[in-house]
């Protein structure tokens, strides 16, 4: 199985900056994919971006194209997201999710969230 932990959430400024570290334990051989969620008020979960393995190949809402980024370390077990030029519509917790193969199905890990408000 693997586990996942989100962390560097918080408040900033429109126009400012956060990175977001998703923490992984567990079976990491076996994670194909990475992705970072956000769930903003009166909206259902969106997927903002991913990060497929091996190819290494990374997708992003069109909303955050040019603004954030999805990078992982391998060494350090843990996927970030660069968030720059901030927006208060990214307002939203924020989900890391792991797809991992358990069991031989393909199986989600998500973590708990972290909240990023973005005020004007």
């Known amino acids: 199985q693997v586990q996942v932990v989100e962390s560097g959430g918080g408040l900033v400024q429109a126009g400012g900056s956060l990175r977001l570290s998703c923490a992984l334990s567990?079976?990491?051989?076996?994670?194909?994919?990475h992705a970072w969620h956000r769930e903003s008020p009166g909206k259902m979960r969106e997927q903002v971006a991913n990060?497929?393995?091996?190819?290494?190949?990374?997708n992003y809402l069109d909303s955050v194209k040019g603004r954030f980024t999805i990078s992982g370390d391998h060494a350090k077990s843990k996927v970030y997201l660069q968030m720059d030029s901030l927006r208060p519509e990214d307002t939203g917790v924020y989900y890391c999710?792991?797809?991992?193969?358990?069991?031989?199905?393909?199986?989600?890990?998500w973590g708990q969230g972290t909240q990023v408000t973005v005020y004007t």
């Open positions: 999710r792991a797809v991992h193969i358990f069991n031989g199905r393909y199986t989600d890990a």
């Open positions: 567990g079976n990491m051989a076996s994670i194909v994919e």
């Open positions: 990060l497929l393995k091996p190819s290494l190949t990374t």
